[in-house]
């Protein structure tokens, strides 16, 4: 069994482009959740994707968009791409949505780590 | 809204006990988790803890949960160099969807 996988570690964007960060879920687990790391802060919930659909969203604009495949492989995209932007941005998948209703523990990735200059 | 604060630093030495606190607001969470973040890397799972249990033992880890206060810690005995890292509190939350952290603790262990 793989764990979570990101790609690629490490962007340098400027402000107004575009970028598609990936990540490859843990083998059977049909969930995955996005979340955005501060430097200095804890990661906040972007949105999770269940089955290839959006399953619930953070405080994120709607430039923040993802998709899932049926792969186990998912996407964050981030449009007009923003200083504040620049972050550790982890995927984590887990086998089902809803995290309270049973322990069900997610398996977060290394990361990417985005600078938008 | 939710809510978790921890303290931002902590200090031991090497072979002492460490005490991590937070305090959450949503007094619905199901589960609370302690995670461990080493410099440049993802979070690790260090354990959990179901909302209606008080006390969890795993090894040099012990949670102690204060459901009325909304308290929770994380006690690590004979702390050794190598848990210097970042530990985050976490939660979640009511609709568990999604996993709510606090900022962090940074433990530094001096040998």
């Known amino acids: 069994e793989t764990g979570v996988t990101q790609s690629p570690t490490h962007l340098i964007k400027t402000r107004g482009q575009q970028v598609t960060l990936r990540c490859s879920s843990q083998s059977g687990h049909n969930t995955v959740s996005w979340y955005q790391q501060a430097l200095g802060q804890g990661p906040q919930f972007i949105f999770q994707?269940?089955?290839?659909?959006?399953?619930g969203r953070g405080n994120f604009p709607p430039r923040f968009s993802g998709l899932q495949f049926p792969n186990y492989s998912s996407e964050l995209n981030v449009n007009a791409l923003e200083l504040d932007d620049s972050a550790l941005y982890l995927c984590a998948s887990s086998l089902a949505a809803r995290l309270a209703v049973t322990y069900n523990e997610q398996f977060f990735g290394p990361g990417t780590r985005l600078t938008v200059l | 809204g939710e809510d978790v604060e921890q303290s931002l630093f902590l200090s031991v030495r090497e072979g002492d006990s460490s005490v991590i606190n937070c305090t959450y607001t949503d007094s619905s969470s199901t589960y609370l988790y302690w995670y461990k973040q080493e410099p440049g890397a993802g979070l690790q799972l260090l354990t959990y803890?179901?909302?209606?249990?008080d006390m969890k033992q795993d090894q040099r880890l012990t949670v102690l949960l204060n459901k009325k206060d909304k308290h929770l810690s994380l006690r690590i005995a004979d702390t050794q160099t190598g848990d210097s890292a970042i530990y985050f509190c976490?939660?979640?939350?009511?609709?568990?969807?999604?996993?709510?952290f606090g900022a962090g603790t940074r433990l530094f262990v001096k040998a």
């Open positions: 976490a939660e979640t939350d009511t609709g568990g969807f999604k996993t709510i």
């Open positions: 803890i179901f909302s209606n249990m």
């Open positions: 994707y269940y089955r290839e659909e959006e399953n």
